[in-house]
């Protein structure tokens, strides 16, 4: 196997466990929350770890998404 084949699986992993993570977030309050007024709330506990694994997992399928193009040319 070559490194594109690789970073392809690497790519298809991490995109799987972003969606995952994703779709394992606790749903907003959505347009209804902005009728209200301002209101501030903060990340905390497991929301916070979501947040911070979906940012992560994002970065780091940026980078082997670049990699990927690199070693195509």
């Not at 392809?8 to 466990?17: E, F, G, H, P, Q």
Request: charged share 15%.
């Amino acid at each position: 196997m070559e490194l594109s084949d690789y970073l392809s699986v690497a790519a298809i992993l991490v995109s799987i466990a972003l969606v995952a993570v994703i779709l394992l977030q606790v749903k907003g309050e959505g347009v209804g929350g902005l009728q209200s007024g301002s209101f501030v709330r903060t990340r905390r506990g497991l929301e916070k770890t979501l947040f911070q694994l979906t940012i992560g997992l994002s970065v780091l399928w940026l980078l082997i998404a670049a990699l990927a193009v690199i070693e195509r040319r």
